[in-house]
């Protein structure tokens, strides 16, 4: 009788260890000659563009660390040259460089919020099928990408809507891209199954309502990339500051830094009394603003890159 009750619990035991042992690893199967020598060709080639992106911008970073004499003479390299922060108080002390640097994450925030707004505005009723005169709408929007009106047609509309020399003249002009709108359209269509809206007019939600509780809430990864395009753009445009934009007060950070890099402009309370130390100055300046203009890009980005990794294939055929 004890044998035939022990026997269930050996049974048992032997089924737990085999249920608890690591399946075999599968064999590795080795790469051939032209495999190898193609990921060494791939790996050499990605290395070479991350030195071509990298190392200017250490030289930079370097620069803005070092003494004025040092950078005007040419003896930085990659390494900070008798390491200085007077570069940076000096720019950070320039109202008019604190005024650009408000001005752009202004028209950043808010021109990115509008050109998102906008592009789903038109984007999800053009990617429905039952919108009617949905094809010739959709092709007088790819029809201004591949024609524009030109810089003065363009100024002169800017002109008679009174934008002139005000915040709206860098936000609304550009406000929608036509590229960003197909990517926008492709993604709606085929991510977001006509099922769902169809439930959707079952339970009586009407079509804002669809497009506010289900459609945006599955376009995070679209609507991140989107944002991320329309939020560069921003930060970097200066020709329509440049064109459109009189008053100092109103000018973004990249309309200072062309002041500064290009036409050697600086404030005049950072002018010193020899000519040359105020070139020397004048360089130190230029490389931390650079430094200053660059950050706030490098720090937004990891925060939206896991959608901006999910985002790279939107639109794409799937299989």
């Given amino acids: 009788m004890s044998t035939d009750v022990?026997?269930?619990?050996?049974?048992?035991?032997?089924?737990?260890?085999?249920?608890?042992?690591?399946p075999p690893r599968p064999r590795r199967v080795k790469?051939?000659?032209?495999?190898?020598?193609?990921?060494?060709?791939?790996?050499?080639l990605l290395t070479t563009f991350l030195l071509v992106v990298l190392l200017p911008l250490v030289y930079i970073v370097a620069s803005s660390l070092s003494d004025p004499l040092a950078v005007s003479s040419g003896r930085v390299s990659f390494w900070p040259v008798d390491f200085t922060l007077e570069g940076y108080r000096r720019v950070l002390s320039d109202p008019s460089i604190l005024t650009g640097f408000g001005n752009s994450i202004f028209y950043?925030?808010?021109?990115?919020?509008?050109?998102?707004v906008l592009t789903v505005s038109i984007a999800y009723p053009l990617s429905r099928r039952d919108l009617w005169g949905r094809r010739g709408i959709t092709l007088f929007v790819v029809f201004t990408m591949l024609f524009?009106?030109?810089?003065?047609?363009?100024?002169?509309?800017?002109?008679?809507?009174?934008?002139?020399?005000?915040?709206?003249?860098?936000?609304?002009?550009?406000?929608?891209?036509?590229?960003q709108v197909i990517i926008a359209m492709s993604?709606?269509?085929?991510?977001?199954?006509?099922?769902?809206?169809?439930?959707?007019?079952?339970?009586?939600a009407s079509d804002l309502r669809f497009l506010v509780s289900t459609?945006?809430?599955?376009?995070?990864?679209?609507?991140?990339?989107?944002?991320?395009?329309?939020?560069?753009?921003?930060?970097?445009?200066?020709?329509?500051?440049?064109?459109?934009?009189?008053?100092?007060?109103l000018y973004p950070l990249q309309l200072v830094l062309r002041n500064v890099l290009i036409l050697n402009q600086t404030a005049p309370g950072l002018d010193?009394?020899?000519?040359?130390?105020?070139?020397?100055?004048?360089?130190?300046?230029?490389?931390?603003?650079?430094?200053?203009?660059?950050?706030?890009?490098?720090?937004?980005?990891?925060?939206?890159?896991?959608?901006?990794?999910?985002?790279?294939?939107?639109?794409?055929?799937?299989?």
């Fill in 148 to 179: 524009a009106g030109g810089i003065i047609p363009t100024y002169l509309v800017v002109q008679n809507l009174g934008m002139l020399d005000t915040r709206l003249a860098l936000i609304l002009p550009q406000a929608i891209g036509v590229w």
């Fill in 31 to 44: 790469d051939g000659l032209d495999d190898r020598l193609f990921m060494v060709g791939v790996y050499v």
């Fill in 215 to 249: 459609v945006l809430p599955l376009s995070k990864p679209l609507l991140a990339v989107i944002a991320l395009m329309y939020a560069i753009y921003q930060w970097n445009s200066y020709f329509d500051a440049l064109l459109y934009l009189r008053d100092p007060d």
């Fill in 187 to 204: 993604f709606f269509r085929t991510s977001i199954p006509d099922e769902l809206y169809e439930a959707a007019q079952l339970d009586g």
């Fill in 272 to 319: 010193a009394a020899a000519a040359l130390e105020r070139q020397q100055l004048a360089d130190l300046m230029k490389y931390s603003l650079i430094v200053i203009s660059t950050v706030p890009v490098m720090l937004v980005y990891p925060f939206v890159a896991r959608y901006f990794n999910k985002g790279l294939l939107v639109g794409a055929v799937k299989g």
């Fill in 108 to 116: 950043t925030l808010v021109g990115t919020a509008i050109s998102l």
């Fill in 6 to 22: 022990e026997r269930p619990a050996v049974g048992v035991g032997r089924a737990r260890r085999l249920a608890t042992r690591r």
